[in-house]
Nanobody, 122 residues
Framework: QVQLLESGGGLVQAGGSLRLSCAAS????????MGWFRQAPGKERDFVAA????????TYADSVKGRFTISRDNAENTVYLHLNSLEPKDTAVYYC???????????????WGQGTQVTVSS
């Protein structure tokens, strides 16, 4: 198994930026594809971005393309999500997740962190 711990959330004004981190422990980090999802109040958990094991391939939800960037540092066992040009609609709890396949559905990811809150004020 792999354990995941997110950090870096907070309150930011519209147009601002944040960097979320997800530290992994347990099994070898570079065995896993990593993803970020988010869940707004009263809504389902949605895919945000994913990255391949070596970091050479990424995929994004249309709603965040050009504004968010996913990256990873396998030496530090950490995956990042850089959030730029934030909008109030980006307000949600952000979760990182690990999988042995590259996917954009919750079902593809058996391992999840606890989440970190991002709140964007207008």
């Amino acid at each position: 198994q792999v354990q995941l711990l997110e950090s870096g959330g907070g309150l930011v004004q519209a147009g601002g930026s944040l960097r979320l981190s997800c530290a992994a422990s347990g099994r070898t980090f570079n065995n896993y594809y990593m993803g970020w999802f988010r869940q707004a109040p009263g809504k389902e958990r949605d895919f945000v971005a994913a990255i391949s094991r070596g970091g050479g391939s990424t995929t994004y939800a249309d709603s965040v393309k050009g504004r968010f960037t996913i990256s990873r540092d396998n030496a530090e066992n950490t995956v990042y999500l850089h959030l730029n040009s934030l909008e109030p609609k980006d307000t949600a709890v952000y979760y990182c997740a690990a999988s042995v396949v590259l996917g954009s559905t919750m079902e593809a990811y058996p391992y999840w962190g606890q989440g970190t809150q991002v709140t964007v004020s207008s």
